[in-house]
């Protein structure tokens, strides 16, 4: 439940990022408003992979198992937000450094896709019958702290 947290901190992060950051960083190019629009689309391209992650993740899992497909999805999401604070921007690289982001960001859908599927998939059949566990059920409480962790830490954002 704590990589869940984690994956919709990385996940809800990149959404303020997109809004503060990204607009100057990666679409210089454009004027005004149209580089914040288009930074805000980025956004929208990982809720678009989110389902696809979870079908390539699906089957991962029947294969291998939950455990390590679980495991694989938190490597990805951090694998992909450690790239994304490593990308050379605009101004360095042209029109593959928005590229690369919108890239990442799929790679950031797929692996939320593949760890929602997993993470309610996973605690429901691997708890005992008669335990009483009501793990599944508590999943659905972590997702809304992964949203509200960037915000408290946006306020240091703008001073930077």
């Known amino acids: 439940m704590v990589g869940t947290g984690i994956q919709y901190f990385d996940f809800f992060s990149y959404s303020l990022a997109a809004v503060l950051i990204f607009p100057d960083v990666f ?39 939950r455990k390590r497909s679980l495991v694989l999805s938190l490597f990805l999401m951090g694998f992909s937000t450690t790239l994304m604070g490593v990308l050379p921007s ?18 950031q ?29 508590s999943r659905g409480r972590v997702p809304p702290s992964g949203h509200w962790w960037p915000t408290p830490c946006s306020w240091r954002l703008p001073a930077c």
């Not at 990982?46 to 198992?65: C, M, S, W, Y």
């Not at 605009?90 to 790679?107: F, N």
């Not at 593949?114 to 059920?137: I, K, V, Y």
């Open 109 to 137: 859908g797929i692996a939320l896709g593949a760890e929602g599927m997993g993470g309610a998939c996973s605690p429901s059949s691997t708890r005992h019958p008669h335990n009483g566990d009501s793990t599944p059920l």
């Open 90 to 107: 605009y101004a360095q690289a042209g029109w593959i450094a928005p590229m690369l982001l919108v890239i990442l960001r799929i790679a």
């Open 27 to 65: 679409f210089s190019a454009l004027q005004g408003s149209n580089a914040l629009l288009v930074s805000l689309s980025t956004v929208g391209v990982a809720f678009v992979a989110r389902p696809l992650g979870a079908l390539i993740f699906r089957h991962f899992a029947d294969r291998t198992g």
